[in-house]
């Protein structure tokens, strides 16, 4: 059975049906990892502007937690001798540092911006949402978004922004980090590995709702993604 595309939108800017009130996708789960790009279900949104794309890249790209995040990914690399040719001590970690900033902010720019602006693309996840269907078609529909996405005409078309955008970001790796440590076989797995995290990232974008409603008996604040 084919993959379902985005959930139809409802009339009016915005609008949301009283049973999806628990399943509105905050700008913040847990009130700290960002969720910019979420779309609640059956949320009518109109199309991503390229100023949208732009503002939503920047809010990810230098965002509190990515910064954070990316000194704990710079901490491991650096713990583990990753790349030999940094050394050690704080200028070697000030070296995984800057080269971990790099990475996530040129694959963002990459899959939120740039990719997505050339091929008319939108940027954005719309969440499938408990009406959508039962756990296993979620989770399907969600882990697909990274190879279907929606037009900013409307409907569905392959993911060139997260495909490609993923793919060209870990080819410019290749151009600073040392030679010896960044062979094209290190490339394509680098471009693996962030289709994998942002698939698995959906993923959890998709439950979120559903989980803080659980768990924390708590409903979803203010829709995300709407700028």
């Known amino acids: 059975m084919p993959l379902p595309n985005a959930p139809g939108a409802q009339t009016g800017a ?3 049906t009283g049973t999806q009130i628990d399943e509105e996708q905050q700008k913040r789960i847990m009130g700290m990892l960002p969720n910019f790009r979420s779309v609640t279900a059956g949320q009518a949104v109109p199309p991503e ?3 949208q794309k732009l503002v939503t890249a920047t809010e990810d790209n230098f965002d509190y937690t990515s910064l954070f995040f990316a000194g704990v990914i710079a901490a491991d690399s650096f713990v583990t001798k990753a790349t030999p040719e940094f050394h050690q001590g704080a200028a070697g970690y000030a070296r995984y540092y800057w080269h971990t900033v790099a ?4 694959e963002n720019y990459m899959v939120e911006l740039i990719v997505p602006a050339v091929t008319h693309e939108d940027s954005r996840y719309f969440a499938m949402g ?4 039962g756990f296993w078609k979620r989770a399907g529909y969600s882990l697909s978004r990274v190879v ?3 037009k900013d005409s409307g409907g569905a078309t392959f993911n060139v922004s997260e495909v ?10 290749l151009f600073y980090y040392p030679t010896k440590q960044q062979t094209i076989h290190d490339g394509f797995r680098d471009w693996g590995l962030d289709i994998t995290y942002d698939a698995i990232t959906f993923m959890f974008h998709e439950f979120w709702p559903d989980i803080n ?13 709407t700028h």
């Open 14 to 16: 915005g609008a949301t």
């Open 49 to 51: 502007t390229t100023r």
């Open 103 to 106: 990475d996530q902010g040129i």
């Open 130 to 133: 408990r009406e959508g269907g």
């Open 148 to 150: 279907v996405t929606k």
């Open 164 to 173: 490609a955008g993923s793919g060209i970001a870990s080819g410019i790796s």
């Open 213 to 225: 409603h659980a768990v924390f008996g708590k409903k979803g604040s203010a829709p995300a993604a």
